[in-house]
């Protein structure tokens, strides 16, 4: 009985196995990773509740860029198989074992760049806590979707010609789209940096946090536009701007990158207090002068961050409470006089319309004797 | 009809610069002798054509109004949802007008447009008025120049309008609404201009003014281009086009903007002392006046008044 029981279940099993094994590997597991993370339901629910889905799909991790780098170079805490729980997940600044940088015949590794942006305003370890845990990780910006567009189709004509030397049709084609897509201008577009700057930026609870973090240090160490740099820029002309989908205006990243270096100084964003920031006030004119041909020091005292509170800004709080009394008396005013001019005339018996060669038809009830004579 | 001492200098003044005749001059006192002390009983029997009948803007002034119509709508609607972005109308009025790569565009366009027809009608201010110095035919009171008049003007009107007064004002060629609203424009579009001028070349004015200002004039001209749009655009929408559409009288529409005339019953109730004018200028409006007080019996032969009405508040009469 035991016997069959166990026969039909592993007969089940195998049908499973069967459908839900994807038929193409994109790329080599000689790890055996894919064992048992080709599974779709591989997961678990964690001591918080939280769903985790351990799921590696093939078909679309085989088009990411990490393609061809082994699980364990970056998963480089398993040791055996069936490995132990994962405490603390990859850090993007490991070394690569398998893949070397043909440049300089070391490991390759993103640790150069990860050394740099955790000096940045936005550094933080993989594993953060409290404040430092609202900062963006790697991961944050660099979503696959976002930075490995569907690839094209190696040109047939130029793969033919390099598979003439370089004999591997599979090598040409990852070489190809490898570099291509690095020449392909693949940076987010102006809306999207806006709102993925905006996401964290704009998220009042989060700034709260800070302001109160900050506050409770006792060190004044956030910028005085930290609170509204997302409704300022939003409410500044580059920000009208760009809403509407005009792109040469400046956005987040204009100014608060170097563009000199753009892809490096990305990820090495200073507040402006720091010299080395391109909004620092020592460098903010040249910064500006990359659009404002024109721009001089007098230039760089504009706001780009506009506020019109009391507070932050009361030459121009005061000026729009003026403006907006002169408004309010002029419109009342001259609806007012428009509306006894009226009243007076057609007391006088002025009609609307002017027919038969006059607009005073109607009696007078100002005074008699004064109707028009008919 | 006594005139009243600053309607006899016009007409005296009138008659002089236009050399009229002696023959000419005893016509005018005979007519202006026969017409009734009541103004108002005047303008309301004349016989007007709603399309104009009397003289009053050059071809010049209408185009340039055409002009200014015409750009500063469009300039408003272009402008007016990049301002106001975060109102509900704005992303729909934006994608009307062609999305702000089209707009932008056509709102600097426009701009230059409106600066020309500025330029343009500075030179009819000034020419203009140069060629009547010239010909000797110049005189302050018929341009739209502020008067110490337009304020007692002013006053007057409103006590008619509230009943506390018999007759309206004797008002020159342009009255004190007119000049308030001229001059107002003509602010206005210094304003647009300068600020407009500030987020087209922010980095030249900031290389012009001193530090201490550079931050503060833009900021204020931030605050002053969509404030005064929209300012203008409501007193246009409320005022302008009520006083020249929907005011009795004036609905469904004055034709002037198009014609350049003026019906005569508005002349008379509101620019009687550029009526006087016309009496001398245009002899057919005199035999048209004689006819017409002739007809409806109007003329008030051999009365003397020494105490001219219209200068005098009258009680006024229990509504009937």
Known sequence: MMIRRSGIFLFYLMIICVLYSQPLQAFVDEEGCLLCHKYPKMGRVTEEGTRRSYYVMPHIFGKTVHRNVPCRDCHNYIKELPHREVKTGVSCDSECHSVKNPATGKN?????????????????????????????????????????????????????????????????????????????????????????????????????????????????????????????????????????????????????????????????????????????????????????????????????????????????????????????????????????ETFGRRRDGACWRLKQGSSWWRKSRKRKGRDRIV | MNLSDEARKILDNSMRINKSSDADRKEIEELIHLMPDDRVLFYKNVVSNPIGDLPRYSIHIRIQHMLTFVTFLALAFTGLPVAFYDHVWAEPLNTLVGGVDVSRVVHRTLAVVMILSMVYHLFTITLGPLAQMFKRRFEIKRTILPLMKDLRDFKDDLLYFAGRRDQRPEMDKFMYKQKLHYFAAAFGNIVMVVSGSSFLFPDIWASILPVSIASHFQELMRLSHPHEALLALLVIAFWHWYNVHLAPGRFPMQWTFLTGKITREHQIEEHFLEYLRNLVEIPSERSYLNDMLTARELREEGHVHEDPEPMNPVDEEPAS
């Open chain 1, 108 to 340: 390759f590794s993103h640790k150069p760049i990860s050394d740099v942006y955790s000096k940045s305003v936005h550094g933080r370890d993989k594993i953060a806590k409290g404040l430092d845990s609202d900062k963006p990780y790697c991961i944050t910006c660099h979503t696959n979707p976002v930075y490995n567009p569907a690839e094209k189709v190696v040109p047939k004509r130029i793969a033919d010609r390099c598979v003439v030397c370089h004999e591997d049709r599979d090598f040409v084609e990852s070489w190809y789209n490898h570099t291509s897509r690095r020449i392909r201008d693949i940076k987010r577009s102006s809306a999207e940096i806006i709102a993925l700057c905006s996401s964290c930026h704009g998220d009042k609870k989060l700034i709260e946090r800070h302001m109160k973090g900050a506050a409770e240090k006792g060190v004044v160490s956030l910028g005085k536009k930290f609170p509204v740099a997302v409704e300022s820029y939003n409410a500044s002309f580059h920000g009208k701007v760009n809403r509407y989908g005009f792109n040469k205006a400046a956005n987040c990243l204009d100014c608060h990158a170097d563009y000199d270096n753009y892809y490096l100084s990305v990820h090495e964003i200073r507040p402006s207090r720091d010299p080395l920031s391109p909004v620092h006030e020592s460098k903010r004119y040249q910064t500006c002068q990359r659009c404002h041909k024109y721009a001089n020091e007098n230039y760089a005292t504009i706001d780009p961050h506009p506020t019109k509170d009391l507070a932050s800004n009361p030459f121009i709080y005061y000026a729009e409470q003026i403006y907006n009394w002169i408004a309010y008396v002029v419109i009342v005013g001259l609806i007012g006089l428009a509306m006894l």
